[in-house]
């Protein structure tokens, strides 16, 4: 099992931008594949991006304005997240998986408590 603690949130104005951190503790964090996850109130959790040792993948809504990363080192994955608009506002989670760069959120074993994300206009 992988311990996972989020940070970074806030609330920002619409094209500003915030960097969301996640630390792990437990496994050996380098095995895992990472993700991030949101769910706004009323919404189902989506995907927004994963990453692990071959390269990343995004969700379309966030393309070209977010960015995944993560430094072994400090078993630690992040979140840049660029240009934002009102409708990122969310709970932005980070997850582990086994399963290689997954959006599926069933496929992730371990999550964090999550951070809110609030963009206003």
């Known amino acids: 099992q992988v311990q996972l603690v989020e940070s970074g949130g806030g609330l920002v104005q619409a094209g500003g931008s915030l960097r969301l951190s996640c630390a792990a503790s437990?496994?050996?964090?380098?095995?895992?594949?990472m993700g991030w996850f949101r769910q706004a109130p009323g919404k189902e959790r989506e995907f927004v991006a994963a990453i692990n040792w071959s390269g990343a993948r995004y969700a379309d809504s966030v393309t070209g304005r977010f960015a995944i990363s993560r430094d072994n080192a400090k078993n630690t994955v992040y979140l840049q997240m660029n240009s934002l608009k009102p409708e990122d506002t969310a709970v932005y989670y980070c997850?582990?998986?086994?399963?290689?760069?997954?959006?599926?959120?069933?496929?992730?074993?371990?999550w964090g408590q999550g951070t809110q994300v609030t963009v206003s206009s």
């Open positions: 437990g496994r050996t964090f380098s095995n895992y594949d």
């Open positions: 997850a582990a998986s086994i399963r290689p760069l997954s959006g599926r959120a069933l496929e992730y074993n371990d």
